[in-house]
């Protein structure tokens, strides 16, 4: 099984899509892009996925444009790999964040503390 080099995130969000210049979104409008990571993607097409090898562009934010290839499909949904990465913090702008909660431990400045293993994985277990 092939583990991928990158963090995935959730994102959600409906973006445009261009294959060879010409826009690719269905009849709904614009593709759903599931998830993202700096090296690729998974998208959903109303109007059925791009074949595999496809060079498309995704226009993932204003001024944010990733080139790459359909490397998967499946039912309206293609995977693709970008030809270069994506810088981090687009992905992190995009990514989905769940509502954090008011009672979440956080410190003296209102700033959410870390998990209490966090340190412990980190510079081993200290007994």
Known sequence: MESRGWDR???DKKIECREAGRE???PDGPVFL???SAGGCM???AGGAPTIGSRI???LCREQHAS???VWQVAGCAGVRFLAPVHDAVVRHLGFQPPLSE???RDHFGRLLPPIDAGERRFGRRH
């Open 68 to 70: 790459g290839e359909v």
């Open 57 to 59: 562009e995704l226009e």
């Open 9 to 11: 995130r959730i994102v």
């Open 34 to 36: 599931h998830d993202l």
């Open 103 to 105: 009672d979440m431990p």
């Open 24 to 26: 690719i979104n269905g």
């Open 43 to 45: 998208v959903e097409f």
